[in-house]
């Protein structure tokens, strides 16, 4: 991502953080002990360890209550649905563009 942003001539400053909800993932991703003791470790895992150790990216724990990109991937009930429309900031989903 961080590639493309700089393609299109957007400079990124510093590390990019990634949003993650499972605990695992993220402690797997921090401590390569552990790739021996998991199955189907593919080379992705292998580069965000080494994007995490030099820094190019950081990682943050999300509950999965406030996972925002669900309004993209789930049905949602009525109220979480507006509760992340409005952490989006969209405030009439209906007003013409």
């Known amino acids: 991502m961080k590639g493309l942003l700089e393609y299109l001539g957007v400079r990124i400053h510093g590390s990019m953080r990634v949003h993650c909800d499972s605990q695992s993932d993220l402690h797997l ?7 021996e003791r998991s199955k189907h470790i593919e080379v992705d895992c ?3 360890h080494d994007a995490l150790l030099d820094g190019t990216i950081t990682t943050s724990h999300v509950s999965t209550n406030s996972q925002l990109v669900d309004i993209f ?10 509760y992340f429309l409005d952490k989006l ?7 013409p563009t």
Not at 89 to 95: M, S, T, V
Request: hydrophobic share 35%; aromatic share 14%; glycine share 4%.
């Open 46 to 48: 292998h580069f965000l």
């Open 89 to 95: 900031g969209i405030h009439n989903l209906h007003a």
């Open 73 to 82: 991937t789930k049905h949602l009930k009525t109220n979480k649905f507006d």
């Open 29 to 35: 991703a921090r401590n390569p002990v552990f790739y």
